[in-house]
């Protein structure tokens, strides 16, 4: 039977709203397979990030070989890159390896406000991530600092896709969540047949911790399955909106939502009254 594997890089989430847990959970909602590799170990709960620990590098190379040299990988996502050395690394090991479908999510910090990768760190990581990458996924905040300016409407964060995706070389995703409220929050996609507009909507909700991490990696495992990327897209973005429709209550603070849309609890789901 085959089952596409989806690898993904990045940090552990103790709360596992976000980071390789919020990624394992969406590969499997979609039916595929996670294999994982450990960047740096946080302490989170439901209020937010309390601590981070980076792995040591070659304890991050050692899982990256192990798991390359092993496993049949249709796509990877890389989430939280948390240093200069560590990026390196990993392109040094991605060099070595089959190229497949890349989606990098260049995590700079949580979304209570903790800082997991410094801008230059993350500038590192897109240099030495990006030739291997088949989309980058900054949010607003991610791309004013990649390119040390302010993005304040749609106009400007087509233009800020267009010169990302200039400079780094692959196509790039600029998520339009944390755009001004008044402001529908559309996402930019640049790619190689130019800028494509993804209309969404704002939902009144908190549970929002993940949301980008759940996004690429529904991207990756449609970029597996084999899907051109403005399909992968669009089927990650309402994957993601549907599954902010479950939230789940964990801890202290309504976090967390369901990739799998209910099944973690049947009863609570907005389609159990018509089942």
């Not at 993350?122 to 600092?145: D, G, K, Q, V």
């Given at each position: 039977m085959f089952i596409p594997v989806v690898l993904a890089i990045g940090g552990s989430d103790t709360s596992a709203g976000a980071g390789i847990q919020a990624d394992l959970k969406t590969i499997h909602a979609h039916g595929a397979y996670g294999a994982t590799v450990i960047t740096a170990l946080t302490s989170q709960d439901t209020a937010g990030v309390h601590a981070s620990f980076t792995t040591p590098s070659d304890v991050?190379?050692?899982?990256?070989?192990?798991?390359?040299?092993?496993?049949?990988?249709?796509?990877?996502?890389?989430?939280?890159?948390?240093?200069?050395?560590?990026?390196?690394?990993?392109?040094?090991?991605?060099?070595?390896?089959?190229?497949?479908?890349?989606?990098?999510?260049?995590?700079?910090?949580?979304s209570s406000g903790f800082v997991l990768s410094s801008r230059e760190?993350?500038?590192?990581?897109?240099?030495?991530?990006?030739?291997?990458?088949?989309?980058?996924?900054?949010?607003?905040?991610?791309?004013?600092?990649?390119?040390?300016?302010?993005?304040?409407?749609?106009?400007?964060?087509?233009?800020?896709?267009?010169?990302?995706?200039a400079r780094f070389g692959c196509a790039v995703l600029v998520k339009g969540g944390h755009l001004p409220a008044e402001q529908d929050p559309v996402d930019i996609l640049s790619d190689s047949d130019g800028e494509y507009e993804l209309q969404g909507f704002r939902l009144e909700v908190s549970?929002?911790?993940?949301?980008?991490?759940?996004?690429?990696?529904?991207?990756?495992?449609?970029?597996?399955?084999?899907?051109?990327?403005?399909?992968?897209?669009?089927e990650a973005k309402a994957f993601v909106a549907r599954a902010l429709l479950y939230p789940v209550t964990t801890g202290g603070s309504p976090s967390a939502f369901d990739p799998f849309c209910g099944r973690l609890h049947e009863a609570d789901s907005p389609d159990h009254d018509h089942q």
């Open positions: 991050l190379e050692m899982q990256l070989r192990t798991v390359l040299a092993d496993m049949h990988l249709g796509a990877i996502k890389v989430g939280m890159v948390p240093t200069a050395e560590a990026a390196m690394k990993i392109a040094a090991v991605l060099g070595d390896s089959e190229r497949v479908p890349l989606v990098f999510d260049p995590v700079m910090g949580s760190a993350i500038l590192s990581a897109c240099e030495a991530l990006t030739p291997y990458a088949t989309l980058l996924t900054p949010n607003i905040p991610e791309a004013e600092s990649l390119l040390g300016r302010s993005i304040r409407d749609r106009a400007q964060a087509t233009e800020a896709a267009r010169e990302l995706r549970h929002t911790h993940g949301t980008g991490c759940c996004l690429s990696s529904a991207i990756a495992v449609q970029l597996a399955l084999g899907a051109q990327l403005r399909f992968a897209v669009k």
